[in-house]
């Protein structure tokens, strides 16, 4: 039969002290990592998730702060534009009573206007009447103290001729029509 030899390549060890070596240096540089490096790496893990954390409840917070401010202004817009809605309303409605107001000030001021104008031309009318009666009754006296052959210088008696006169005229006009 043939020995048993088996080669397992380079990582086996021949010897058993070898093994021992190896297994006490793995043991050590285990406890070694364990102890130091793995502290090291957990505490900066939870630094790093705190901080994450952190960064997500300061966005959260932030966000919901600003889906208040944006919920604020909306609602201060929705006032603003209530408001200037108002305003517009009342304005016009000013506007409409103001235009009403100034309406009635002109017809009030157009039939004053009238009214004076009217009352103006009656006074001038008959202020021109008295004088028309009385320049036509001293035309109308001088002609007829011509036509006469005397003098009519009484005043009473002209002045009964003239008004019996401008009688006659006044009538002839209405007999016409």
């Known amino acids: 039969m043939l020995p048993l030899e088996l080669n397992l390549g380079p990582l086996v060890p021949e010897h058993?002290?070898?093994i021992i070596a190896g297994v006490v240096l793995f043991l050590i540089i285990w406890w070694v990592v364990a102890k130091k490096v793995v502290p090291v790496f957990e505490e900066t893990y939870a630094t790093r998730t705190a901080e994450?954390?952190?960064g997500i409840e300061k966005a959260e917070a932030a966000q919901k702060e600003a889906a208040e401010a944006l919920a604020e202004y909306q609602a201060q817009l929705a006032t603003a534009r209530a408001e200037a809605g108002r305003i517009r309303e009342d304005?016009?409605?000013q506007a409409v009573t103001l235009a009403a107001e100034i309406r009635e000030q002109a017809q009030a001021d157009?039939?004053?206007i009238v009214a004076a104008a009217k009352t103006q031309i009656d006074a001038e009318r008959n202020q021109v009447i008295?004088?028309?009666?009385a320049e036509v009754g001293g035309l109308?006296?001088?002609l007829a103290g011509r036509i006469v052959g005397e003098s009519l210088e009484d005043d009473e008696r002209a002045r009964r001729s003239v008004d019996r006169f401008i009688a006659e005229l006044e009538s002839e006009p209405a007999?016409?029509?």
Do not use: H, V
């Open 16 to 18: 058993l002290s070898e």
């Open 52 to 54: 994450i954390t952190g």
């Open 91 to 93: 304005a016009r409605a």
């Open 110 to 112: 157009s039939a004053r």
């Open 130 to 133: 008295n004088q028309l009666r």
């Open 140 to 142: 109308a006296t001088q």
């Open 175 to 177: 007999e016409k029509a």
